[in-house]
């Protein structure tokens, strides 16, 4: 070899050992662990050099159809959507549906930049409606005939609520509220503003609402400004808890505390008692920490950001605060690592016996995990108000055995008549799930 | 070896040439690098060039050799080396503000001034590798490009302990800046006592 070629060698062998060094660092799949119900198994924490992600592959449903148990049907009722998140059964049976997309937090760091285009690619591209569609099927027949927009010009809408004839909205910045009477396809007025939500950055953006049984009051669940308080502890006044607003005067308190991202909220009938799902922090390993179902306490501290489970201590917050850690209330019910639920919605008999009792829970799917997780609605059965036992698929397939994820659930409703109706902000799909004519599941 | 004739270069040393040269050269090569002309006249009396110069006979005294280097640190190469040291030392002293105020922003800044050392390290560390590609791996060229590889490694390892949210960051990512940032700063002496376009011998 000439003495320019040993150099050249050289030179070469020394930026390829960089890249070799770079290159060795990635994880391997996570252990399965059981992680539901009302004592789940918490591994210790870890972190290593690269978050381990596993971004879901968007691509059409073509023929394909979300997988539902025996004895049920599944539709889709309504498409090319602009990102449907929360939908609404009106008394009518008409099916309102919330889409946008919020969020203005600003980019801090370079992991923000880089970590937010990687997360895109497992979301839709399509523009947020900022609106709300009403959906209707005259005749009964399960088709939605009517597709139309109730009401635009909103701000990433995302809560629903009616309370007799007030339609609540909760927006990304404010709780609003619409006169509705039986029938109407479109709102005749702007909104009234019942009360400003926190909005400033809305890392987590979504705001989610229910109505107490008597319609009194309005609960709105307000997510965390960050992950885990990396945005400084200022940008968390406010967030991560449960406003109890005051459907009258707009007047509000904090109802519970400590939620990391309670993105979706539903009475439970009969009880009244608020239950919420709850989105936990990531970046603690693939089975940590598991995001839940819980009846929230009025005055509870459910321990964001200073810990979690309980009195599981996060390290990452810092100064800590050993007195919250030790208020922290422990959740009712583990969903999972990294499910992402993001719909909840309590059963009724008409949805057929074995699926009589227990809430519906819809699962967004993980990003920082690998094998993925949720991608599907589940059933929580309930026991004497309380649940009791592990979680059914309800609705699946929406990853398939490809690789490819063709839906990701997000609010799931129960129509009265006997339907579940899921969101699908991936595909931009509503999707209604029906028992079988003549079939006794 | 002979001692070759003034103003001969001995291309014995591709890598590193010996170019003897004169008063009356080692004066113009000073002059155009404005430093004062010292000690090269036999009476051992310091002049500058400009109130009072060599003797006519002594112009042509051959009084020394410089040792070329083939190709002259670029300014650009100088740049980047240069650049690269405060802004690690800033995600240093960012760190240590984190570290001792548990404010958030001081770890963003942290964050930005290691991707930028790492911008320009990586610079470096090209003109580094391609002076060796050039001129072959010996000496302290091969201790800059090694210096600098350790330097970038460390640092991006750091960038992604950076990543981390919060507190998570410390202490590992404290120790990496203070370990970089001394690492850039060995580096920049190295290469600025090496990479010049001569030196006297």
Redesign the interface.
């Known amino acids: 070899m000439t003495?320019?070629g040993?150099?050249?060698a050289?030179?070469i062998a020394?930026?390829i050992?960089?890249a070799c060094?770079?290159a060795g660092c990635s994880g391997g799949d996570a252990p399965d662990l059981a992680q539901f119900g009302a004592d789940p198994k918490l591994p210790e924490q870890e972190?290593g050099?690269?978050p381990n992600m596993t971004i879901a592959d968007p691509a059409p449903w073509g023929d394909r159809r979300p997988t539902v148990p025996p004895g049920y049907a599944i539709r889709a009722i309504a498409t090319g959507l602009g990102i449907p998140r929360q939908t609404l059964v009106l008394p009518n049976g008409d099916i309102l549906v919330a889409e946008g997309r919020g969020g203005s937090a600003p980019k801090?760091?370079?992991?923000d930049i880089?970590a937010s285009r990687i997360k895109a690619k497992g979301n839709t591209a399509v523009a947020g409606g900022n609106r709300l569609t009403l959906l209707r099927d005259a005749d009964g027949d399960g088709t939605y005939e009517l597709k139309t927009v109730f009401a635009d010009k909103l701000n990433a809408p995302y809560g629903l609520a009616l309370v007799g004839q007030a339609l609540y909205v909760a927006n990304q910045d404010a709780l609003v509220r619409f006169d509705y009477r039986d029938g109407q396809t479109r709102a005749v007025a702007a909104p009234t503003v019942v009360t400003a939500l926190p909005s400033a950055i809305n890392h987590h953006w979504t705001k989610s609402l229910a109505a107490s049984a008597d319609g009194q009051y309005l609960y709105v669940g307000i997510g965390s400004n960050?992950?885990?308080?990396?945005?400084?502890m200022t940008a968390e006044v406010d967030r991560a808890q449960v406003w109890q607003i005051d459907a009258a005067t707009g007047m509000h308190k904090s109802y519970a505390t400590g939620l990391r991202n309670p993105t979706a909220l539903a009475i439970q009938p009969g009880t009244g008692q608020l239950w919420a799902v709850v989105n936990e922090r990531d970046?603690l390993g693939p089975n940590l920490v598991p995001d839940y179902l819980t009846s929230v306490r009025e005055g509870g501290f459910y321990g964001w950001p200073y810990s979690y489970w309980g009195q599981n201590v996060d390290?990452?917050?810092?100064?800590q605060d050993p007195q919250k850690v030790a208020a922290a209330i422990v959740p009712d019910y583990s969903l999972g690592s990294h499910v992402a639920a993001l719909g909840v919605a309590f059963s009724s008999p008409a949805m057929g016996a074995k699926f009589a009792d227990g809430a519906f829970v819809g699962e967004h799917g993980s990003w920082n995990r690998s094998p993925p997780v949720g991608y599907k609605v589940v059933f929580v059965p309930f026991r004497d108000g309380r649940p009791a036992g592990d979680p059914v698929d309800f609705v699946a397939g929406f990853r398939g055995d490809d690789g490819k994820t063709r839906g990701r659930p997000v609010g799931v409703s129960v129509d009265p008549r006997g339907a579940l109706i899921v969101a699908d902000d991936l595909s931009n799909t509503i999707w209604r799930v029906t028992r079988t004519p003549g079939t006794t599941p | 070896m002979a001692r070759p004739a003034a103003g001969e270069v001995n291309d014995a040393d591709a890598s590193m040439r010996l170019r003897t040269f004169t008063v009356d050269q080692a004066l113009r090569t000073c002059d155009a690098r404005g430093r004062e002309y010292m000690s090269l006249t036999h009476d051992g009396i310091q002049r500058s060039p400009a109130e009072n110069g060599p003797k006519p006979r002594e112009r042509n005294m051959v009084v020394g050799q410089i040792r070329m280097h083939p190709r002259p640190v670029g300014r650009f190469h100088a740049f980047v080396l240069a650049a690269m040291v405060p802004l690690f030392l800033g995600a240093w002293l960012c760190d240590f503000a984190y570290w001792s105020s548990h404010q958030i922003e001081w770890s963003n800044f942290a964050s930005w001034l290691t991707a930028g050392g790492l911008v320009f390290g990586a610079v470096a560390l090209l003109c580094a590798l391609v002076d060796i590609a050039r001129a072959g791996a010996r000496g302290a060229s091969l201790t800059l490009a090694l210096l600098l590889l350790v330097t970038w490694v460390l640092g991006f390892i750091n960038a992604l302990v950076h990543a981390r949210d919060a507190w998570a960051v410390m202490p590992t990512g404290l120790i990496l800046s203070v370990i970089v940032a001394l690492l850039a700063c060995v580096s920049a002496f190295v290469g600025f006592t090496h990479l010049r376009a001569g030196a006297m011998s």
């Open positions: 003495q320019a040993m150099r050249c050289i030179a020394i930026a050992a960089v060094g770079l972190r050099m690269l801090l760091k370079p992991k880089v960050s992950n885990i308080t990396e945005r400084g970046e390290p990452r917050v810092m100064p």
